[in-house]
C-alpha cells in the first residue's frame, strides 16, 4: 500500500566484492540519516542538496562503526520514486549490508516489500504506463523466488522458539477471549498477575532472541549446503576440493558439534556454509547413520544438498535408502571417482533425480568442480536456492516483527499494571501473537477462535 | 390454479427475526412489502433460548435498533429479567442479556408488523422463485398465487428442507411441531445457487412445578432498567429469576450408556452443526473429564408454567431425555413438556453473496439469517435489516448500502459471510471483531443512527434524541477537561486512598483524574459538589471516551490505515484474465467478487503481492481510463 511510510531494502543483488547498496525511500529518508549515519565532516543532511554524493560512517544504536559507506541524496520529485530517496553504498560485504539495513529499520524505515520501490515510482508517476506490466513481473518474480527459501532456511532454530512463544500468548489470549465471550460459560479464570506473569516470561525470551539476532549470528551462517553419501564415497575429499579451491571465510565456527564439520566458502562472493555429514558417527549400518537426527536436520534445513555418488560402484542399496529421504529437495548430484578406469555412469537411481542435476567429479583430482560451483551459482540466481540477498530480507524483517511483539507484550504488561481490563490487555496480547504468526506464517485470526472451542466446553 | 395476486416492491419470505426486521425496514423507507410467513401465530418465534442479547449478540441488537430497527424495542417491552454482563471485563465487551416473555415477544411483533404502513402479511407456503434473466420476479405459493415483486428477500430460517431428528425418529417439520418448506430449495438450485445443509438443535422443556428450586441456585436480575433501544425509556417490566444446576457422574452414565442411540454419532445427523451450542451429548464426549456442566433453567413466559433448561440441547430419545433430566439435582421428578430435538436445514453458502446481501448471480434477490448459515435471532435480524434496506435501496435506485468492519458487528458480520465464507453455523463474538474498542454497545448510536436516518428508516424522534445524546456528552467531555480540582478536598482524597491511588498533590483537571484506572465516574461524582446529574449510561460513555484515550486513538489510527484499501474499489474484472495475480487468487477473486481492495485482501489465498498487482492494475485503469 502506498502510504507515505518510508521504505528500506537491499537494491542490487549480492555479488563478488560484497558491494551492496541500501535504498531508502519515503518523507523520512533523509531525515533518519541523522540517527544512522555519520558524516566525514560535519553536515546537517537535511541541508544536502539533491543528487549529492557523501562519505560516511554507519553507526548502530550503541554508536560502533558498521561500515564506511558512500551516501547519495536525491529529492523528491526528480528521484526514482519520485519521493525523497537516499542509497547507502556499502562496502563491508554481506554481512555489512545487512547490518547497515538493520540499522536503517531500527531507526523508523519499514523494510520494503517485494517490488515496492517499482510499485512507488508507477504510482508516482515516474514510470509511464507501458512500464505497468513490468512493475507486475518485479513483484511477482521477487515474490515468487527466495523469499519463500529463505524463509525454509531461517526457519530451523528460530521458527522452534517462535512457534513456542506463539504458543504461550494464544494460551492466554483464548483464556482471555472465551471469558470474554461466554461470561456465563465456566471459562477458567486468569487473574492479571497470573497473566502479568506468563507475558512477562514471554518478553524475556523475545528479548534473548533480538539480542541473538542483533550478534548477526544467522546471516555469518551463510547459505546451508550439506553433501550426503555413503561411507567413502568421497565427502571430505569434496569439501577439502572445494576449500582449495575458494578461500575460506570461516574455518572455524564456534558452537558447532564435533560431529558434523562445517566450512564456509566463498563461491563467486556468495557465502555458502559447507556441512559435511561424514563427521557422523562412523557405523556400519548406513541406515542407523541415517537416522541420526543431525542428518534429518541438516538435510531439513538445507538450502542445497550435493548427493554423491560412487562411479566405481554403481547404485547401491545404501544410494537408495539416502535417495529415498531427498525427495522433493533441492539436490545435485555428485558421481565421484571419474578418474578411476573402470567407473561408469551410474544408470540406476536416475528416477529419483532430473538428468540435469548429475555433475561428473573427481574430488581427488579436483575434476568437475568449477561445474559443481556454476551449478551451485545457477540454482541461487534461479531463485531455486536461497540468495544471500533474500536471506537478509527475511532476517531484517524478522528481527523487525520480534520487536514489535516484543513491544506489545511490554505494552499489555503495563496494561495489566495499571488495572485496565481484558479487552485492553488483549488487543496488545493479539497483536503480539498474529505478529510472530508472520515469520511462521501460520497465523489466521479463525485459528483463536478454534482453539477456544476446541479447550473450553462452551455454549449453551 | 395459478392466478395473479397482486405486485409489490418488496417481497419477504419468513418472518423469524430477519424477516420481520427486512419488511418493517424496506416497509418503512417507503416501499410497498408483502411479509409471506408459514404461519402467522409463529411471526418472531423463539424456538431456543427465550433470551436476546450477551456480548457481541447485544451489540448487534443495538446496532439495529441504532439504524432503526425493532429488535431492540420489542426485546425491552417483552423482557422478563435483564443483565449487565462483562462487567469487570472493559467497555469494550460489556453486554446486556435479556429474558423474554416468548409469546408477547411474538405478539408484540405481530402486532407492529401488522399496524405498520405499507406492509401487507400473509399466511402462504411459497413454492418458486420466478425470474427473467437475471432479474427476480416474483414468488408462486401452493395455493396458486403468483405475486409479482422488484425485489425479494429470503429468510427462510430452519424452514428449508427442516428435519426434525429425535434418537431414531427423523421426519420432515421445522422447529416447534411446524411444517416445513419442502420445494422452494429445488427452486434455489434452478437459480444456481450452491446449497448446503446444517444442523442445531434444542433442549427440552420442562413443567416448573415439578421443579425443586431449592436445590439449585437463584440468578436473579439486575435491578436497574437496563434497555437494549435507544428509544426504550420508562418502561417497567417484570424481574424474574432463572435457576442454576447441574449435571453429575449419574447424569453423564445415562449419556453415555446411550451414545449408541445418539443420532449426534450413529450417522443419522448429516448436517454440520455449531461448535459453540454443543449438545449435552457431545459435551460429555468431547470434555470427557468435566464431570458437571452447567445447566440453566430459563422461565419462557410470565402466563406459562415452561422452562427452557438451557444447557441440556439434545437429539436423544425421548425416553433418554427424561431419564438424564431427572438425574439432576432438583429435577428428580421433572416432567418434559417439549421434547429436546436435533433440526436439519438447507442453506445457502455466503459467499455467494455481496456484502449488501444480495445474491450475486440474481439481482433483486437476497437472503438474511440462518438461510446464510448464521445461528441467533440477533445475528439474523441485523442481516434482516441490511436486506431489507438495501431491497428498498434497490427499489428507489439508490446506492446499496455496505457496512464495514470498522463500523459496526453488522460489518464484520457480513463481511466474514461473504468474503472468508463459514464451514459451520457462524455465530457472531466479539474476539471477530479488530476494532473492539470503538465497536461498543454504548455508541452503537454515534455509529449507525445518521446513517439509518439519511436512508430513511431511522425515525426524526430517534435522530433528535441522538443528537441530544451527542451534545451532552459533547459538553461534558469539555467541562471535565477543563474543570480543575485542587488537592485540599478532603473527602476526594478520602476516596483516592480507598480506591488505593495517590492522594492530589496539585491542581488536576477532573479528566486527568478520571484517567486512573481506579477512579470511576461516579466515585468523583459523589465527591464533588454542583455535579451535573447524567444519565448513568452517558456517565459511563463519558468516562469511557476519557479513560480509553489512547487506546480509543490508537484504533482510530488503525481504521483510517484499513479504509484506505477499502475505498480503494474493485471494477467487475474478470481475473482470470488479469496478468501477474497468483492461479490461486484469480480463481479467488472471481469466486468472491471483492467490491474493494480491502475486501480482496481478507480472502484466504490472496497474498500481499496479489494486491499489490491489483493495485498496480487499478492505477493503469485510472490513467488510461479503460479496463485491461
Known amino acids: 500500500m502506498h502510504d507515505g511510510e518510508t521504505i528500506a531494502a537491499i537494491s542490487t543483488p549480492l555479488g563478488e566484492g560484497g558491494i551492496g547498496i541500501v535504498r531508502i525511500s519515503g518523507n523520512d529518508a533523509i531525515k533518519l540519516l541523522k540517527k544512522v549515519a555519520k558524516p566525514y565532516r560535519k553536515k546537517n543532511w537535511e541541508e544536502c542538496r539533491s543528487h549529492s554524493l557523501h562519505n560516511a560512517y554507519i553507526v548502530d544504536k550503541d554508536n560502533e562503526v558498521v561500515d564506511e559507506v558512500l551516501i547519495s541524496i536525491m529529492r523528491a520529485p526528480k528521484s526514482f520514486t519520485g519521493e525523497d530517496v537516499v542509497e547507502i553504498n556499502c562496502h563491508g560485504g554481506i554481512v555489512a549490508v545487512s547490518k547497515t539495513l538493520e540499522v536503517v529499520i531500527a531507526a523508523g524505515a519499514r523494510l520494503a516489500e517485494a517490488g515496492e520501490f517499482t510499485k512507488r515510482a508507477f504510482l508516482n508517476g515516474r514510470i509511464d504506463l507501458a512500464q505497468a506490466e513490468s512493475v507486475i513481473d518485479v513483484i511477482r518474480a521477487k515474490t515468487n523466488t527466495g523469499l519463500k527459501v529463505a524463509l525454509k532456511q531461517l526457519e530451523g532454530h528460530l521458527s522452534q522458539k517462535i512457534k513456542v512463544l506463539k504458543e504461550k500468548l494464544l494460551e492466554i489470549l483464548i483464556q482471555m477471549e472465551a471469558g470474554i465471550d461466554f461470561p456465563e460459560d465456566e471459562v477458567p479464570y486468569l487473574s492479571p498477575d497470573e497473566a502479568k506473569r506468563k507475558l512477562k516470561e514471554i518478553a524475556v525470551s523475545l528479548k534473548e532472541l533480538i539480542d541473538d539476532a542483533g550478534r548477526g549470528r544467522i546471516i555469518r551462517e551463510g547459505i546451508k549446503a550439506v553433501i550426503i553419501g555413503k561411507p567413502n564415497v568421497g565427502k571430505s575429499s569434496l569439501l577439502n576440493a572445494l576449500l582449495n579451491e575458494n578461500r575460506a571465510l570461516v574455518t572455524e565456527i564456534p558452537g558447532t ?69 531427498l525427495i522433493d529437495k533441492e539436490v545435485l548430484v555428485l558421481v565421484n571417482k571419474i578418474d578411476v578406469q573402470n567407473s561408469q555412469e551410474i544408470s540406476n537411481g536416475k528416477q529419483y533425480f532430473k538428468e540435469s542435476e548429475f555433475i561428473y567429479i573427481s574430488a581427488k583430482e579436483g575434476m568437475g568442480i568449477k561445474d559443481l560451483e556454476n551449478a551451485i551459482i545457477k540454482r541461487i540466481m534461479g531463485g531455486k536456492v536461497v540468495s544471500p540477498e533474500n536471506l537478509i530480507i527475511t532476517k531484517a524483517r524478522h528481527l523487525k516483527i520480534i520487536k514489535d511483539a516484543y513491544n506489545h507484550v511490554n505494552e499489555a504488561i503495563s496494561a495489566l499494571q495499571k488495572g485496565f481490563t481484558d479487552d485492553l490487555v488483549c488487543i496488545d496480547v493479539k497483536a503480539a501473537w498474529l505478529l510472530l504468526g508472520k515469520i511462521t506464517g501460520e497465523t489466521v485470526e479463525e485459528d483463536m477462535i478454534d482453539r477456544i472451542f476446541e479447550e473450553f466446553c462452551i455454549g449453551k | ?63 439495529v435498533d441504532a439504524l432503526g430497527g425493532e429488535i431492540g424495542i420489542n426485546t425491552d417491552q417483552t423482557l422478563i429479567q435483564v443483565r449487565l454482563l462483562n462487567t469487570g471485563k472493559g467497555p469494550a465487551v460489556r453486554a446486556i442479556r435479556a429474558q423474554c416473555d416468548k409469546k ?94 446444517f444442523k442445531t438443535g434444542t433442549p427440552p422443556r420442562v413443567d416448573r412445578r415439578t421443579v425443586d428450586f431449592k436445590k439449585m441456585k437463584e440468578q436473579p436480575g ?43 454419532f450413529s450417522g443419522t445427523i448429516e448436517g454440520i452443526g455449531p461448535r459453540y451450542c454443543p449438545s449435552i451429548e457431545d459435551k460429555v464426549v468431547r470434555f470427557e473429564d468435566k464431570e458437571s456442566h452447567q445447566v440453566f433453567l430459563e422461565p419462557e413466559g410470565m402466563d406459562t408454567y415452561e422452562m427452557y433448561v438451557q444447557g441440556m440441547s439434545t ?111 457462524y455465530r457472531m463474538l466479539t474476539s471477530r471483531a479488530e476494532y473492539r474498542l470503538l465497536l461498543r454497545h454504548d455508541n452503537a448510536d454515534e455509529r449507525l443512527t445518521e446513517l439509518g436516518w439519511k436512508i430513511g428508516l431511522a425515525s426524526k424522534e430517534r435522530m433528535e434524541r441522538f443528537f441530544k445524546k451527542k451534545k451532552i456528552i459533547k459538553r461534558e467531555l469539555q467541562r471535565l477537561s477543563t474543570f480543575k480540582i485542587k488537592p485540599g478536598n478532603k473527602s476526594l482524597n478520602e476516596m483516592l486512598v480507598k480506591r488505593g491511588t495517590a492522594p492530589l498533590k496539585k ?51 488503525q481504521v483510517e490505515r484499513f479504509q484506505k484499501l477499502e475505498d480503494k474499489k474493485l471494477p467487475d474484472w474478470d481475473y482470470m484474465q ?24 481478507r480472502i484466504s489465498g490472496v497474498s500481499p503481492a496479489d494486491i499489490n498487482v491489483l493495485l498496480i492494475l487499478l492505477e493503469k485503469r485510472k490513467r488510461s481510463g479503460s479496463v485491461p
Open chain 2, 578 to 601: 488479469l496478468e501477474g495475480l497468483s492461479r490461486e487468487a484469480q480463481e479467488k477473486l472471481n469466486k468472491i467478487r471483492p467490491i474493494s481492495l480491502g475486501q480482496a485482501s
Open chain 2, 1 to 63: 390454479m395459478k392466478y395473479k395476486a397482486g405486485e409489490y416492491e418488496v417481497i419477504v419470505i419468513g418472518g423469524g427475526h430477519a424477516g420481520c426486521e427486512a419488511a418493517l425496514a424496506s416497509a418503512r423507507m417507503g416501499c410497498r412489502t408483502l411479509l409471506l410467513t408459514l404461519n402467522i401465530d409463529n411471526i418472531a418465534l423463539m424456538p431456543c433460548n427465550p433470551a436476546v442479547g450477551g456480548p457481541a449478540k447485544g451489540h448487534l441488537v443495538r446496532e
Open chain 2, 315 to 425: 437429539s436423544l430419545p425421548e425416553d433418554v431425555q427424561q431419564q438424564m433430566l431427572r438425574s439432576i439435582n432438583g429435577m428428580e421428578n421433572v416432567t418434559i413438556m417439549r421434547t429436546g430435538y436435533a433440526i436439519e436445514y438447507d442453506i445457502i453458502w455466503p459467499v455467494q453473496l455481496h456484502p449488501t446481501l444480495e445474491t450475486k448471480n440474481i439481482k433483486g434477490l437476497f437472503t438474511a439469517g440462518q438461510i446464510n448459515g448464521t445461528s441467533g435471532y440477533e445475528e439474523a435480524a441485523a442481516q434482516g435489516i441490511l436486506a431489507g434496506i438495501n431491497a428498498a435501496l434497490v427499489v428507489k435506485e439508490k446506492e446499496k448500502l455496505v457496512i464495514k468492519r470498522s463500523e459496526a458487528y453488522i460489518g464484520v458480520l457480513v463481511d466474514d459471510l461473504v468474503t472468508k465464507g463459514i464451514e459451520e453455523p
Open chain 2, 222 to 264: 439486575d435491578t436497574k432498567p437496563l434497555r437494549f433501544s435507544f428509544m426504550s425509556e420508562g418502561i417497567i417490566r417484570p424481574n424474574v429469576s432463572c435457576w442454576l444446576t447441574n449435571t453429575n457422574k449419574k447424569t453423564h452414565e445415562i449419556i453415555r450408556s446411550n451414545l449408541h442411540r445418539a443420532p449426534l
Open chain 1, 257 to 325: 558439534t564435533r560431529d558434523v564439520i562445517e566450512e564456509v566458502i566463498n563461491i563467486k562472493g556468495i557465502p555458502l556454509r559447507i556441512i559435511d555429514t561424514a563427521g557422523i558417527r562412523k557405523t556400519e549400518n548406513l541406515v542407523e547413520e541415517l537416522g541420526v537426527e543431525k542428518t534429518r536436520s541438516s538435510i531439513e534445513e538445507a538450502a542445497i544438498i550435493l548427493f554423491m555418488l560412487d562411479a566405481t560402484t554403481d547404485w547401491t542399496e545404501q544410494d537408495e535408502i539416502i535417495a529415498r529421504e
Open chain 2, 104 to 197: 408477547f415477544y411474538q405478539r408484540k411483533m405481530i402486532l407492529t408488523l401488522e399496524s405498520q404502513e405499507n406492509l401487507t402479511v400473509k399466511e402462504a407456503v411459497v413454492e418458486k422463485i420466478i425470474s427473467r434473466g437475471d432479474k427476480v420476479r416474483g414468488v408462486i405459493t401452493r395455493n396458486g398465487a403468483e405475486f409479482k415483486t422488484q425485489t425479494l428477500v429470503l429468510t427462510t430460517g430452519t424452514y428449508l428442507r427442516g428435519k426434525i431428528i429425535v434418537g431414531d425418529i427423523k421426519y420432515s417439520g421445522g422447529p416447534s411441531g411446524q411444517q416445513a418448506a419442502v420445494k422452494l430449495t429445488d427452486s434455489l438450485k434452478d437459480l444456481g445457487l450452491e446449497v448446503g445443509r
Open chain 2, 507 to 557: 491542581v488536576i483537571t477532573a479528566a486527568e483524574l478520571l484517567k486512573r484506572p481506579e477512579i470511576s465516574y461516579r466515585d468523583l461524582k459523589n465527591c464533588m459538589d454542583d455535579w451535573p446529574d447524567l444519565d448513568p449510561e452517558i456517565e459511563f460513555q463519558v468516562e469511557t471516551e476519557i479513560k480509553y484515550e489512547g487506546y480509543i486513538k490508537k484504533q482510530k489510527e
